[in-house]
T-cell receptor, first 116, second 114 residues
Framework: AQTVTQSQPEMSVQEAETVTLSCTYDTSENNYYLFWYKQPPSRQMILVIRQEAYKQQNATENRFSVNFQKAAKSFSLKISDSQLGDTAMYFCAFGDNTGTASKLTFGTGTRLQVTL | DVKVTQSSRYLVKRTGEKVFLECVQDMDHENMFWYRQDPGLGLRLIYFSYDVKMKEKGDIPEGYSVSREKKERFSLILESASTNQTSMYLC?????????????FGQGTRLTVV
């Protein structure tokens, strides 16, 4: 079974600074997808960024980028120019494309607080 | 916009009751999921379904069952609710069996079993 590990339960960053959230995963598969989701206090889970394992190029979405190291099974999220609205729980997730249908496995989350 | 709607935002039930949590998606998605979210444990998959009447166990199926009679609706059933099932429950859907696009989530149901 796949596992996803987020080793930072809580992090804090000042507004306009850069922060990196770490994620590692364990799999023997070659065909998979990785995701970062954000869950603000409203509880609505929102996709932040997505990475296909077969792509070497790191995904970017505006202020959000990933550092995908396939051999090391690492998938960290960098948030640049942090904003107060980035305050949320961040979950790393692994999309397993083997078997009859895909399933999404989540890490335990990192609570990010952006301060003035 | 894709919408995933969970029938209740908050629910309080008594121990031993049969509890139904309903989830409806409006985008003809194939895959649907039920997760429970607990502090420090993240989201854990209970069951998922890739087609009508099809279901697969996730990581923590014990004490739960599911029903998918129509493509747009996926129900989570607690046959006899217990206090250790007090949790946040999240429903999600994704367009196809293969997770090459994002999953869309409902707003969650916070269930308290007393």
């Amino acid at each position: 079974a796949q596992t996803v590990t987020q080793s930072q339960p809580e992090m804090s960053v000042q507004e306009a600074e850069t922060v990196t959230l770490s994620c590692t995963y364990d799999t023997s598969e070659n065909n998979y997808y990785l995701f970062w989701y954000k869950q603000p206090p409203s509880r609505q889970m929102i996709l932040v960024i997505r990475q296909e394992a077969y792509k070497q190029q790191n995904a970017t979405e505006n202020r959000f980028s990933v550092n995908f190291q396939k051999a090391a099974k690492s998938f960290s999220l960098k948030i640049s120019d942090s904003q107060l609205g980035d305050t949320a729980m961040y979950f790393c997730a692994f999309g397993d494309n083997t078997g009859t249908a895909s399933k999404l496995t989540f890490g335990t989350g990192t609570r990010l607080q952006v301060t003035l | 916009d894709v919408k995933v709607t969970q029938s209740s935002r908050y629910l309080v039930k008594r121990t031993g009751e049969k509890v139904f949590l309903e989830c409806v998606q409006d985008m003809d998605h194939e895959n649907m999921f039920w997760y429970r979210q607990d502090p420090g444990l993240g989201l854990r998959l209970i069951y998922f379904s890739y087609d009508v009447k099809m279901k697969e166990k996730g990581d923590i199926p014990e004490g739960y069952s599911v029903s998918r009679e129509k493509k747009e609706r996926f129900s989570l059933i607690l046959e006899s609710a217990s206090t250790n099932q007090t949790s946040m429950y999240l429903c999600a859907s994704s367009p196809s069996r293969r997770l090459n696009t994002e999953a869309f989530f409902g707003q969650g149901t916070r269930l308290t079993v007393v």
